[in-house]
């Protein structure tokens, strides 16, 4: 997802954030686009195993991380927290509110044509029969999975007068001991994700730290046994590892942590052996990195549908429509981008939240 600039991180922190965010969302694709067949073919089960776990477990701790330093970066009072809480109303509530009725006309649309209405069968117009069922359809249980992010970013964001008091007063210590409370209130409260602590987690380095003292703790013996682990245990989870076991979601915790040392820090090394800060085609294709998050579901699904009536379910087919679906949904995103932006400028701006084009790069996309 794209990120607003900030004018208190420096430009170098600006497009490493922008460039991280594209990673994420290029690796949310990879999370979204599983096939359930694959694990019926040797290859496709192993390709398609290992790079969503590459991805599952670093994208949502990462955003919600990047998340909360950009809201907490500069709130010197408790009373600063409410301007920037007014701000999110127009960059997360809007864009969720109008990405979720789109998302459930793009279905009820592509549920009555020929093609596709076998394989979109959810009864959506039932949901909407009582005024409670519209509700959580809309604001609770988006019409649009993938939107549970945003939905969770305003209720941290609604909290926020309260976690900066805990930030304030106890510092250091609320993400650690959120990060051992996740998985009891995640059972407690019947949820599939909880990221607190990791918004709490980018908060504090905000308010008691910086992204300087961040990089010069992350040192270059600590990241090589963090990326040792991350990849390890990608390699390994679904073909060693039980289906569950004791200690599974705190494992979990600390695949993610690992997984976001590596690629928080693997990009200053990959910026600067390779310079992909100066690819003005990269950073050209970041300025849409939160349209492609709004507007990929449930468009992908629906591709990748498509993908195995006309070439087929099996090992080959799938595991090749895997990687291609990413790259096509990138696409058209960046083309609808481009369209509604030429058309109208003013509905693209409420359609991503007011986001900016940060480079200006070459229009060869």
């Known amino acids: 997802m794209s990120i607003s600039k900030t004018q208190s991180i420096s430009p170098y922190y600006q497009t490493k954030i922008t460039l991280v965010s594209f990673v994420l969302v290029l690796m949310m694709l990879f999370v979204h686009g599983i096939y359930n067949e694959s694990h019926l073919f040797r290859i496709s089960n192993i390709v398609l195993s290992v790079v969503p776990r590459l991805s599952y477990r670093v994208i949502n701790p990462t955003y919600f991380a990047i998340s909360g330093l950009l809201f907490f970066k500069g709130i010197k009072t408790i009373t600063d927290c409410f301007p920037k809480m007014k701000k999110r109303i127009r960059t997360v509530l809007v864009p969720f509110v109008l990405w979720n009725a789109i998302a459930i006309l793009t279905y009820l649309f592509f549920s009555h044509l020929p ?50 008091w805990l930030i304030k007063r106890f510092g250091w210590f609320v993400a650690p001991i959120m990060l051992v409370a996740t998985p009891p209130l995640m059972q407690w409260l019947d949820l599939n994700h909880l990221e607190i602590a990791f918004f709490i987690l980018g908060g504090t380095i905000a308010m008691h730290s910086s992204l300087e003292a ?3 703790f ?20 679904d073909f060693v590892l039980p289906k569950q076991f004791v200690g599974e979601e705190y494992l979990s915790i600390f695949f993610s942590i690992c ?32 349209f492609i998050y709004l507007f990929h579901e449930p468009i992908l699904f629906i591709i990748m549908q498509l993908g195995k009536i006309l070439f087929g379910v099996n090992g080959i087919s799938l595991t090749l429509l895997y990687l291609i679906n990413p790259i096509l949904i990138i696409c058209l995103g960046i083309v609808l981008a481009k369209g509604i932006k030429k058309i109208s400028p003013t509905l693209y701006s409420v359609l991503v939240g007011g986001r900016i084009t940060r480079f200006r790069a070459s229009e060869t996309f």
């Open 115 to 164: 093609l596709t209405r076998e394989f979109l069968r959810r009864d959506i117009i039932g949901l909407f029969q009582s005024p409670y069922g519209a509700f959580e359809f809309c604001f609770i249980r988006p019409g649009s999975f993938h939107l549970w992010f945003l939905r969770d970013l305003i209720v941290y964001v609604a909290l926020s007068p309260v976690l900066y």
């Open 214 to 216: 961040v990089k010069a």
């Open 218 to 237: 992350l040192s270059r013996p600590f990241v090589l046994v963090a990326a040792f682990i991350y990849f390890g245990l990608s390699a390994i989870w």
């Open 259 to 290: 997984g976001m040392i590596t690629l928080w820090r693997g990009y200053d090394y990959l910026a600067r052996t390779a310079h992909i800060e100066q690819s003005s085609f990269l950073l050209s294709l970041t300025n849409y990195s939160f």
